[in-house]
């Protein structure tokens, strides 16, 4: 018995903690995109460098808490840094907006033009993000590093195996729970909300009934900026800050909101979650697991460990072909082809 | 073939701009330049055929290319005899097994027909029970083989042919993940292929990366053989050092620019030849077809016309162009380093280079691959100097002066991506128009 405990307590701490952590962080990103998807019709690349640009303002007004001894305590300064790099964010992406994107929509570009030109953006913001902070690592989290840690768990339950549970981890999950309950009451309860949704399903019956376009598309860029910040700085959080780790996720966050259903909400959390499950559970070395379940002396010798983690982004692409072949519109079918 | 004055005007402000590189930093300089402008104008031709034809968006340039790099180890390094003995019949007993089950799961998929969900997991569990055999195998030899001393080989080596086949067979390489990728996602949504060609591009550079048995890896290959002579042998022998002394130069800094002159005429033979090519293709009956399809897809299906497959045939032909002039990078380098593709200076680079030459002109993308080469190179000097004059005021040690002059080579990044949005925004059509006819 006190085996299969000691099992499930493995299994939660190296997959399933890690894993709602992550799938809340490509949750939120993958947002953004659906997003930006649902409202102005293009895959945004630099969706990415927004959240980079976003996490290292945060960061920039962390570092001046920081050294003026304002703190949250056994919570991360960030926390506090966040609403102003969110701020910041906002104001970059409207601007990118009137002076790129407005043009186009003008100009009814095919989405080709608007994805070309978010590559366009991405290369920018980039280049801003290394000027202003570099390309080196930060790390910017502070206060209490574990809710609960190993040792602590192991003395309270007694079992062999440890529970640790980082405090930006439990940050992450319950931010992305407030989050996102307040873009669905946002989105299902209130005027604006409700524009935003028709003019996602039909723009031209969304104008007739005098919905401002303008408007939503503003309000459309105000989330995004807003969630990838919120994304990024979680991620950074969690992991540490590289600018180009922002250009690599981009990967898990398309595949995450394709598998979900580019353009619906409820598919891109859902497919945050499939895909960082699914890169977890396929990097993650089994052999400790099997060793409590089966009889002794039956443990395997090798570590058990479908694919090395080097390969966790083929994981997420391996996901998204298969989406592609079988279901294109994705799980919650979202925009069709 | 032919060029209105103006656009000779742009080639020849062009071959000006080298010439000053040449007079006011060095010929060396302005040759090396000039080398990888002509691999950069193949590659932006590749797109060219991508995305100028055919409307197809290439978002993982960067892979094909590394493909090619790696057509390059595996042709032109010696075998290692020892590491195939140790591990050489594993690595193949596994890649069979890998076609096998390939083969196996397309059997089932496409038998099972009609039987819904049965069908996607019995494709799962064949493609999972082949994955495992295949790995019985392939890490005992992947372990033997990397063993062997690791730090000069440790992998199997290639078959010590000329590097020049390696262009050819680079091509092939990349023609066929092309063709895997473009399967999958052509057909689809046009965002779909940018964001498969990101991912397969992202896998094929973590591939080169860790699997140390192919090619090396991290720990790269280097000293691959040349095509052109070595410039420590030019400089022994007795006619170069002759021909050095009657021209006033130094034999080192002759043997130098006469290596780059070589690279530059055998790298331009092949963009003469791709250029030919393109050129005619586009004029063909086929490059009509191609537009007709670019500028109505449903006009051209109803005409009859097979969009899919059209698709999936300029698209794999792109990238068979993209991946020579990745085995030519490798071929100038003289060695294959898998941590230099990044996603900015291979993808998106080439796609400015099209985007400001212009898209859908032959001789616009090559244009376009000088000129974008040539302020990629010369952004930073550029960059440098400005940054310097900016804070000039300011006190040697002032932080902020100090931050800006350490920062100026990210300039070069904001600049690519201003020049990408202001083409874009104000000259759509680039600097060479596509023709009208």
Redesign the interface.
């Known amino acids: 018995m006190e085996d299969i405990l000691n099992a499930i307590v493995l299994m939660t701490n190296f997959l399933i903690v890690p894993g709602l952590a992550y799938g809340s962080q490509l949750a939120l990103g993958a947002l953004g995109i659906t997003l930006v998807y649902g409202i102005l019709r293009f895959s945004n690349f630099a969706h990415g460098e927004t959240m980079a640009f976003g996490t290292m303002m945060t960061i920039l007004v962390t570092w001046f808490l920081q050294a003026h001894g304002i703190g949250l305590g056994p919570l991360p300064t960030a926390l506090i840094a966040l609403p102003v790099g969110a701020a910041a964010t906002v104001v970059l992406v409207l601007l990118t907006d009137k002076w790129v994107y407005c043009f186009y929509r003008r100009q009814k570009s095919p989405p080709v033009i608007f994805l070309i030109a978010s590559i366009g953006v991405m290369f920018l913001m980039n280049g801003i993000v290394r000027f202003i902070i570099g390309p080196k690592d930060q790390v910017f989290t502070d206060g209490e590093r574990f809710i609960i840690t190993a040792g602590e768990f192991k003395q309270l339950s007694g079992l062999r195996e440890g529970l640790a549970i980082k405090t930006t981890q439990g940050i992450t999950v319950i931010t992305a729970i407030v989050v996102v309950a307040a873009l669905f009451w946002f989105l299902n309860k209130t005027r604006t909300g409700k524009s935003m949704r028709a003019y996602s399903d039909n723009e031209d019956l969304a104008l007739l009934s005098g919905i401002n376009p303008d408007r939503v598309v503003m309000v459309a860029w105000i989330f995004t900026a807003v969630l990838a910040t919120i994304a990024g700085t979680l991620y950074g959080l969690d992991k540490s800050f590289k600018p180009f780790v922002y250009l690599q996720i981009l990967l898990p966050l398309f595949a995450s909101a394709i598998v979900g259903g580019l353009g619906n909400p409820l598919g891109a959390i859902a497919g945050g979650f499939v895909i960082a499950f699914s890169e977890v559970s396929f990097t993650f070395a089994y052999r400790k697991f099997l060793a409590y379940l089966v009889p002794d002396g039956w443990a395997p010798d090798g570590l058990v460990q479908l694919l090395s983690t080097d390969y966790k982004f083929a994981v997420s692409f391996v996901i998204l072909v298969l989406v592609l072949l079988v279901k294109p519109t994705g799980i919650f079918s979202g925009k069709s082809l | 073939m032919t060029l209105s004055l103006r656009n000779t005007g742009l080639f020849a402000v062009m071959a000006l701009m080298i010439v000053l590189v040449g007079v006011m930093q060095s010929w060396s300089l302005a040759f090396a330049i000039v080398n990888l402008c002509l691999i950069s104008a193949i590659m932006a031709l590749g797109v060219n055929i991508q995305w100028g034809y055919a409307?197809l968006?290439n978002?993982g340039v960067m892979g094909f290319a590394a493909l090619g790099g790696l057509a390059g180890v595996l042709i032109s390094t010696e075998p290692v005899a020892e590491a195939w003995s140790a591990g050489g019949t594993g690595i193949i007993i596994s890649l069979i097994i890998a076609v096998i089950t390939i083969a196996m799961a397309t059997l089932v998929y496409t038998r099972l027909k009609g039987t819904g969900k049965m069908r996607?997991w019995a494709t799962i569990l064949v493609a999972f029970i082949g994955y495992f055999i295949a790995r019985i195998f392939f890490?005992p030899a992947v372990e033997a083989i990397e063993s062997v001393e690791p730090a000069r080989t440790g992998f199997l080596g290639g078959f010590g042919l000329p590097i020049i086949l390696a262009w050819i067979v680079g091509g092939v390489l990349a023609a066929g993940a092309a063709w895997v990728v473009g399967k999958?996602?052509l057909g689809?949504?046009?965002?779909?292929l940018?964001?498969?060609t990101?991912?397969?591009s992202?896998?094929i550079v973590?591939?080169l990366?860790?699997e140390d048995w192919l090619a090396r890896g991290v720990k790269n290959v280097s000293g691959l053989p040349r095509p052109v002579p070595y410039e420590i042998d030019l400089q022994r022998s007795e006619w170069f050092q002759g021909w050095a002394t009657s021209l006033g130069a130094t034999p080192v800094e002759l043997s130098s620019i006469f290596v780059k002159l070589s690279y530059a005429s055998l790298f331009a033979v092949v963009l003469l030849i791709v250029l030919w090519l393109s050129e005619r293709a586009l004029n063909s009956p086929w490059g009509r077809m191609m537009r007709a399809i670019r500028d109505n897809e449903t006009a051209a299906n109803a005409m009859g016309k097979d969009v899919t497959a059209r698709h999936l045939q300029v698209f794999v032909l792109g990238c068979a162009v993209i991946g020579v002039a990745g085995a030519m990078l490798t071929t100038l380098d003289g060695q294959f380093t898998p941590a230099s593709y990044q996603?900015?200076r291979f993808t998106?680079l080439i796609?400015v280079m099209v985007?400001v030459g212009g898209s859908g002109n032959n001789w616009g993308a090559v244009l376009g691959g000088f000129l974008i080469w040539f302020f990629w190179i010369e952004a930073e000097p550029i960059g440098l100097w400005l940054m310097d004059v900016i804070t000039a005021g300011m006190a040697e040690d002032n932080p902020l002066r100090i931050h800006l002059l350490?920062?100026a080579a990210?300039?070069?990044?904001?600049?690519?991506?201003?020049i990408?949005?202001l083409v874009?925004?104000f000259t759509?059509q680039g600097l060479i128009p596509e023709r009208r006819r």
């Open positions: 409307g968006l978002v996607i890490e999958i996602s689809l949504r046009s965002d779909y940018a964001i498969a990101l991912g397969i992202e896998i973590a591939i990366k860790n996603p900015l998106f796609w985007i350490e920062s990210h300039m070069r990044l904001m600049t690519m991506g201003l990408l949005l874009l925004r759509p």
